[in-house]
Every structure is written in C-alpha cells, then in structure tokens.
C-alpha cells in the first residue's frame, strides 16, 4: 500500500512557522517512501477562516518547496480539498451515525450548557456534556425540529470502558471512555467540527499515516471511537513535539515571530529553515546538524524522530541559515540576494514612497534601511519627548503592541484606525501618539510614512520592534501586569 500523508492547515492568520514544520515531517515521512502528500485545507470555522489567509499559507510552503500531490489548488482524485467545499458529505455522515445510534440530535442551548459547564466546576467534576438529549425519541426530536429549534449532532461515548490506540512514537494509549466528551461533530449552522471533517476526509483520502502536533493526542480518542463506528481503519499516528520557547512555553506570535513571510523577508534560505525544522524533531544517524534536502529525504524515518520539546533557538538558526549562505557559489548568491528583496516585486510598494523623496539614487539606502534590514538598536532616551512622559511612551507602544496582536488583517487602513482608538483612549494626539511608534519601527523621529512602513514590514517584524521598544524603555513585569488590565 501505497503512503499517503496530509498537511491539514486551518487558514486562520498568519502562515505559522509550526504549519510548516508539520508539513515538512509528513512531505518527508511519504516522500522518503515513495508516497503521497496531500494538502487539505481545513476551513470549518466560517468566522476565522479567510481565502487571504489559505493564499499565503500555499505561497509559504510553495517558498519552502514542499510541494504536494493533490490540493486545493491542483486538485486531484479525493477532492475537493478545502473543507468548506465537502459539507454534504459530513452532513451525510453524520446522518448515518444518527441512523446507526452511534450520535444524536443535541437541543440544549448555550445557556444551558454553560450553566451545566459552571455547576460540574464548582463541583470539582470533570467538564463535558451531560447527556440530557442521549435519549430522546425519534418522536421528540421531529417535534422539537419542526417547532423551530435548532440542534447540533453530539457523538455518543459508551459509558464504560476504554478507548486504545496507538502512538508510532509513544506506543500504546488507553484513555478511559468516562473521560471522552460526547463531541458536537455537527453544528447548528450546518458545518462539521474538526473531529467530524479529520476522520471523514482523512478516510476518504486515503491518507495512512498522520503526523501531528502533541496537542490533538486528547483529542484522538474521539476520533479512534468515529473511525470504529463508521467501520474504518484507523491511520498510523504520529504526534511531534510542538516547538517550545526558551522557557517552554508554546512558540506564539506574542512573543516570538511565528510567521513564514517574516523568516522570508528578514533573510532566511528557505532551505535552511527547512533545513533548521527538521533539526527541531529529528537528528542525521552521523549527528551533522547541516544537511539538504536530498540528504534529509535519504535519512528519515520515524526511528530518528525524538520526542523532546524542541526549543526554538533563533541564535541556532542563524547559525544554521549562515553554513547554508556561506555554502552558496558566488552567482547563486547573488542570485538568491535579489529573490529575497532586490527585485520588482519587493520593491513595488516602496516605488511611490521613495520616488518623490529621491533627487539621487544614493539617496534610497538611508531611506529604506530599516525597512530592508534591521531597525538601529535603541536605548530608553531615544524616546525621549517634549510632550510625552515615560510611562505614557510605554503605553503607547505597550497598547499598539496589543492592538496588533489582535489585528486580523495587517492592513494600513486598520493599523490607522487602531491608532486613533487607542490616541483618544489615551487623550493624546494622533501626531503625539505616533512619535513613539516611528522610533520603534524606523529607529528615526523622521522616517518614511508610518502605517506604510508597518504594512511593508509585516505584522511580525512590527511586533518585534514594538517588543524591543518596551524592553529598551525597561518595562518591568509589575507595569506590564498593570497595562494589561488597565487596557482590558
Ligand atoms: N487543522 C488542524 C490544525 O490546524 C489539523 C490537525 C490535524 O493534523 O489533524 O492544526
């Protein structure tokens, strides 16, 4: 039998650096065997999702050269691959189980249900639904649907037992049923949750092993009892060791970069990303930390694949992303400088800044320095100002930060507004508002349009920046505390 893997993406925000890493275990787990490598985008949650967010999710592992047999954009013979477009099936689906007993109508509303949420906490009881609708007869439900009420499909859990399956990496796991929630698989509005649409879709492409992030093991239980019911085999599963901060913590983009797009416009070879990923959950049989594709492909197997927390260590990266730029030949290099930003394309959205403002070309590199390369380090009085105290320079950059965080769309109009907001929050200025923020982006008091230079830059950098602001200003971890509730 043939290997088929997926990458199953939600395109909710930016291309995440973790998508990534996924998608290069499961491209190298079939590709090292002769298999295939689906993408399949996983595009249920109607208000999250966006096409902008699914495009650059595609153009990101594009740039990475992970390129896949069948998607969303290809096609191919278990299509479609976009979730969104596959609704009737799960609605069928979950009809047979409703048919088979194996699921049932659910009517409680969301009162009720964070009622039940509330007492099973107080009572130090485990959270989950209580099977009030478990048993109501086929007679209840029609008469309950044809009043107008509406209803999700819940997945029933045996009420004893448990529920085994296997890790490639971990070996076996028994979870027992009490612990199981009896999970919505359908919702009101039509669409299938995750645990639904993964087994659905993954049965019906074919796919025989999965590979995935740690934090979907509590959730495979629910998908080892579908597959029982619809009478399934169960893919091979491998669950990878989500990549951790210095300090543990889940890599997020609070406090790291996590974006695909900035680790291609800071610089990195996409090669030697791939090249640092694969590094994160796995180790050459000689231990040499760099190699190529074709020698990953050569060496992978799931044996080599350690479970670890792997850190992600930007230090390390660079370190990696130089061997691969040092061991470039003079042309490729050059060549490789002008893919990543001195081209037509990167330069587009700078033409109408800079143009006007030129009088020689040698005027350009000290306009767009800090849009190109680094911004200059900064220390606490370069944001010293007429009008603004201390603390106020920290708000701003503290709640702009924030703001950002929180921004679905990296758009100037948007940044502009959040702006505003925050300025009158503040009972500031625009113009006093935005004199912090042109330091930390442009390291200048003068520089190229603000809202322009963010939108360049990109959401990660951005946040960098405004990062590294607050920690040059010094914010201590009590004001921190203080802001984020001042700001709530
Ligand atoms: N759509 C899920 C995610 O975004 C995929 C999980 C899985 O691989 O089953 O992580």
Redesign the pocket.
């Known amino acids: 039998m043939s290997i088929r893997t997926r990458a199953?993406?939600?395109p909710t925000g930016d291309p995440h650096v973790g998508t990534a890493y996924?998608a290069l275990f499961n491209w190298a787990f079939a590709k090292s065997q002769g298999g295939e490598f689906v993408l399949r985008i996983?595009d249920t949650d109607q208000a999250r999702s966006s096409e902008a967010s699914e495009a650059r999710i595609l153009a990101a592992l594009n740039w990475l050269d992970l390129p896949w047999d069948e998607g969303p954009d290809i096609g191919g013979p278990h299509g479609p691959y976009r979730q969104s477009e596959r609704t009737d099936t799960y609605r069928q689906y979950a009809q047979q189980l409703v048919d088979q007993g194996h699921a049932f109508h659910c009517f409680c509303t969301a009162e009720r249900l964070d009622a039940m949420r509330a007492e099973q906490r107080a009572a130090g009881a485990p959270v989950g639904y209580d099977g009030r609708c478990l048993n109501l007869s086929g007679a209840e439900v029609s008469a309950k649907q044809a009043a107008g009420e509406t209803s999700v499909v819940r997945m029933r859990v045996p009420s004893e037992g448990e529920c085994r399956f296997r890790d490639e990496l971990r070996g076996d796991i028994a979870i027992p049923c009490s612990q199981i929630d009896m999970q919505v698989l359908l919702k009101a509005d039509g669409f299938p949750t995750?645990h639904l649409a993964?087994v659905v879709d993954d049965h019906l492409m074919g796919i025989t092993h999965?590979l995935?992030?740690e934090e979907?093991i509590n959730s495979t239980p629910k998908h080892k009892l579908l597959f029982d019911y619809f009478g399934w085999p169960m893919p091979a599963l491998a669950h990878l060791p989500l990549l951790r901060n210095p300090d543990q913590s889940k890599l997020s983009k609070r406090r790291n970069p996590t974006s695909i797009d900035y680790f291609r416009d800071v610089g990195y070879l996409p090669e030697a990303l791939a090249n640092y990923l694969a590094l994160m959950g796995f180790s050459m049989p000689d231990e040499r930390e760099i190699f190529s594709r074709a020698e990953f492909l050569q060496a992978f197997s799931l044996d080599r694949v350690s479970l670890g927390g792997p850190i992600f260590d930007f230090e390390k990266l660079n370190w990696v992303n130089g061997q691969h730029i040092r061991g470039l030949n003079a042309d490729a290099f050059m060549d490789r400088l002008q893919d990543w930003a001195i081209n037509r394309q990167r330069l587009a959205p700078l033409t109408p800044l800079i143009q006007t403002r030129t009088e020689r070309f040698a005027d350009i590199a000290a306009q767009v320095d800090y849009l190109l390369g680094d911004r200059r380090p900064l220390s606490e009085q370069d944001f010293t100002h007429k009008k603004l105290s201390r603390d106020q320079v920290v708000e701003v950059l503290f709640r702009t930060a924030r703001a950002c965080d929180a921004l679905a769309e990296w758009r100037q109009d948007a940044l502009l507004d959040l702006c505003k907001a925050n300025a009158e929050r503040m009972g500031l200025s625009l113009r006093d508002f935005l004199a912090p923020l042109f330091i930390a982006i442009s390291g200048r008091p003068v520089a190229l349009p603000l809202f322009d230079s963010m939108a360049f830059l990109g959401a990660d950098i951005t946040r960098v920046r405004l990062r590294e602001a607050l920690d040059a200003l010094g914010l201590s971890n009590k004001q921190r505390k203080r802001l984020e509730k001042q700001i709530e």
């Open positions: 199953a993406p939600s996924m996983e995750y993964v999965i995935r992030g979907w």
